[in-house]
DNA sequence: AATGAATGAGTGTTCATTCAT
DNA sequence: AATGAATGAACACTCATTCAT
């Protein structure tokens, strides 16, 4: 390993991350992340043919990422309890995307674009209910949680009313607690509460408090 | 080739919105907005002092548009009955902002960067909170809505879980239509059971069905 | 004309000219016709869309310029007498490529680049014999030139000992002349002597002296 | 992947003389002959102190090459029969730059460039004439060849009423087949008898047929 | 002898903005 | 009110060259 190959190619991703989700692909420069990621502009070149790629790299890797965690979510920890593995769930999933907020706000923008590409957030949604749908569903359902049980209405039910909302509190978090000065475990908090209490309780079909 | 100053105005800043919803603020180029105008260049900036205020004026507008149909709602239609008011209100609220969906794009991805400014959608949340929060609640429970008495917490629910949603509903509502081969009207029923399974239930107090 | 367009637009391209002969296409930068041109580098792009888009530009302004000429010489001029027509033309040819060497340095070069795109020089060529090939060996004939029937062969016999070394001769006689310390007008009488000796002797079919 | 000096240094100089060609000097890319040659871009720079280098190198390696073969006629070959000896010069002469052709066109780009060096293609011709030129013209003429006694004639004649042409011939025969669709066999009795008709035939003093 | 990583100085091109009329 | 011309500062990307091993 000649110098330090990895280490060069990750530090680029990594600042990479964060000045597309400070400034927006369009807004950020190269140059910038050089500068930055303390490494040539032209290293830059040399690991990614072009900025887009970097981003298309990230956006691979993310899609991995949450592949991975998703199928461990269904299979290998299948055999938890319900009530705990919603929980283990919703925690787990929680902090993989408190970790990749910035990612997160990449693909919120870029999936407002209108280009023919699909949308990142499309992408990502579709790896959620990646395995067959019919066996999300019924895995859901057997664990007591109330599901609908046409595909589309669930789908656009998931989408809008679970990860978006979830999405969109990860991304505004910080800016939230900021500027209407609340404390960030007390915005966790209610954040939750809100969540329990309108899509949470749709699923366990309980009136909520 | 508009040779009064109203109509190349109105028309340099209807291209913009439709270019900055399709390529975001940074990615949009004033040559593209004058050549889809049909205007000069330089008369974008006889009008407009730079890009930045094009936007800055597009936001203005938009608030003050959406501040007048909150306030006509809590004022003036008053006097209708809760639960025909509340399916007034969804309805004018939903076309407003489907008349104006490339704004909300713009508005989304604009909240997304991390500069110094208020994200503009938490501005065009505090207008519709604008009025004496208490007032607010009092005026929603006041039609029997549950609502939290925790001004904080009914904030945040009501910002994750409707607004959102909601918005979220009125930016992806295309793309989704065209991706998933689902139908407009369809995919807007199905949008409306999910909120209502979920938030409306919530604020009904009713068990979803 | 606000400004002077034609004329920023005319010293671009007489600049480039002297730069590409100067570095070849290749190894000229439009920063430096900027600044010989003493124009902004911006400007260069609201002419010209690439710095390819120059040279293209003036080959065709080049190739417009001679057809103007030879079609003069074979339409126009036909009521010459035939020994004069021949030392008029030559010397008007001869006099237009000198006023344009820099042009013919590019077209050379250019025509040996390995590209798809037909060598310029062919196209100057064909220029000169654009009109019916066979109309131009009749009336060559009818002056009493020798030339060969085989029109592959005429072509053969013109282009490389007729246009070749004329053309050679007009990008190389200055270097010459100061490489090997030869007065201009005597290398032009010397080079007249060769190109009668040789090309003229097999036209007129004369034992050159 | 050569693991031997001289084998990566050869094809290293293959390479480049091939994307010179191509490319023109300025046109290739040191990448390019790396990626091409198979080996390491920094193991050109091994061998070569640059770009500029290898391109020294490679002239320097054809002038000595053709030094040698001119010598060879001059001297080794000086028994032969005028007429056979006239012929098999030709014949190895063409061969000789065939083989090489495309060193003749980066010869050729380069002279066109306004530097300070002497145009490589004058220290071609100078080789060819590098012994006495008195020598040279009392030899041809003791052959039977009709020379021009003023040495500075001679040169102009030579050079480009018979050097030019046969250059131009090898470095555009290629393309000239392929455009006009022409047999390379027919094109090259074609320029023989061109070549014959003007050049030739001036040196033999004949009317031409 | 050979290589993957790294770099400084460019290089063509773009862009928001301004000027002159 | 409107426009064609002009500009300075970037900008993504490239390239010959060198480093470290």
Redesign the pocket.
Known sequence: M????E??QKKIMEVAVKIFARKGFDG????EIAREAK?????I??YF????LILEEIFRIFNDESSKLIISFFQDQAELEDSEWLITFFDAFMTFLEERKDILKIMITESLKSNENEPPIFGFMNLIFQQDIEKYIQSMKKRGFHMSDDKEQMMVTEFFTDIIPILTYVVFKDKWSRLFGVDKERLKSMFFEAYSSTHLAYHLGQKPK
């Open positions: 000649p110098r330090n190959s280490a060069s950020a420069r190269v140059d490494v040539n502009k032209a290293l070149y040399y043919k072009s900025k887009s």
